[in-house]
Every structure is written in structure tokens, then in C-alpha cells.
């Protein structure tokens, strides 16, 4: 596809670390540039087949979400202009709408989950157990039944190519200590209940989300990486959501469910995705922002 960055080079900027979507690099001690790439990852693993503006979409979700949950909890946005802290005119081609300069915080060990809806690998174990990692639920709920409330479930973090795998609300605590872990858990259900009851005005149920989180060094929490965007979120079209089974989405879930049809085994590599499942991947990052915002993004 044209007007794709699958990798961005910017050669004036050390390179701090290259994730699933996102490069960083450092700025100084404070700050550091986080370019989000047109690069998606399904099953954990980076696809060959990179998505139509998605950096830019992702960037401007989660900058709105930034701005209307600020209230529950600082972000690591510092509001300087990314193309200020290069100056080869080839790099600032590279970022439009996809880059942002961001505080350099110290990254908590998990993935902070919130669920408020039975789907995907917590239905799954749900039929088995009558649990949701290890959380007794009542008997009798769907796929795709409303939980009565929204449930914490924290996962580790996995290095690229790796699975993040489920941990315990205990183990949650051993890695973090049982304030801060009782802190993460209590702003992570705040910020996706408001953000929820929100997007549901907007015709959006959010089924599931996660969260990640940093430190400063005098120990405040922050709000870090993404929020509430197609690629850390499970979005559902509300007009369309049915229980009893899994909704069509406006997330990359489009996609898994063509590389689980495909027969895929999960390992890398990844196959390639078909233009048209490119393509309406594309349309639907778009549609979500779109709705959520009630803008039209320009890239």
C-alpha cells in the first residue's frame, strides 16, 4: 500500500525501543518521541501487511481520550511539537499525525485489563471453569453477556513475539506492591467506566480495554502508551450487538477472525492479509475514531 510506515527511520534520534506498533526515541533525560506505525499485531504477533493511516488514527483516538479522561489521572503527554525535536525535513515527513513527544516514565510490569463484557478468551475459559482469570462469575451468561460489573484482570507483558499471559489480582500484587496494585486496579475500572458510558451515546459499546502505566520518579501514576483505541480495545457497534454471540467490530478483531478462518497456527510468520481485509481494517480504525469524536479525520 502506498502512504504506508511500517518503520520509521529517524537517524538524528536514538532508538530506545521498537514494540508491536510503536518506535520510541530518546530525546533527552525527560522526554522522548513515540512514532506509532502503520504496523498491526494480532495473536501478539506483527503482521507483513501494514494498515492505511492507522498510526495517525490511533494517535488522534487516543489523544482525545487523553484530553476527556485527564481528570482520573496524569498522562505522559507533554504538549511539545514532535516535528520541534527533529530537523532533517526526510524525518518530519515521518510524523504527521502519528508522533508525539512524551514523558520518560518508568513502565509498570503489567498489562492492566479491564473486561465488561464476557468475550474472547475470558468466554472461553468461562464455559470451562464458570471463571474469568480466576473470577468467580454468575452461572448462566453468554457470549457477549454484560458483565454485573467491569472486572480487573491484569496480564503480564510479553517481549515482541511473545504472549501476554493472564496473571492473579495476587500475583498483580507481588509485582507491584498491593497499593500500587490496588491504585492501577481502581483507576483502570474509573477511566473504562467513564470511558464506556461514553462511547455507548456514540452508538460504541467498549467490550474489553487495556491499560499500561508508568511512574515518575517521585512515584505518581501515570497514564502512558495508548488509550482506548481499536488496537487495545474491543469496540462493538452498539445498533448491532446481540447477546449470544460476538458482535462484528470496528477493532482489529476484523482481522483475527480472518487469520483464525485462515488456519493459521499463531507462530511467526504471519501470512499476508488480502487487500479487500486490509482495506475494510482501514475503514473501520477510521469509522471508530470518527464516531467516538464525531470528526473526520484529515491525515
Known sequence: MSNTLTQSSIKSLPLLHQGKVRDIYDIDANTMLLIATDRLSAFDVILPTPI??????LTEIANFWFKKLGHVVPNHLT????????????EKVQLGKRALVVKKLKPLPIEAIVRGYLVGSGWKEYKVSGTVCGIALPTGLQEASKLPEPIFTPSSKADVGDHDENISLEKCAQLLGRDLAA???????????????Y???RGIIIADTKFEFGLDAAGELYLIDEVLTPDSSRFWPADQYVVGKNPPSFDKQFVRDWLEASGWDKSPPAPELPQDVAIKTGEKYREAYT?????????
Open 52 to 57: 492505511q493511516d492507522k498510526g495517525a488514527i
Open 79 to 90: 504538549g511539545i511539537d514532535p516535528k520541534s525535536v527533529v530537523s532533517d525535513p526526510a
Open 183 to 197: 491504585k492501577v486496579a481502581e483507576v483502570s475500572l474509573r477511566l473504562y467506566k467513564e470511558a464506556a458510558e
Open 199 to 201: 462511547a455507548l451515546t
Open 291 to 299: 464516531k467516538l469524536t464525531g470528526l473526520d479525520l484529515v491525515v
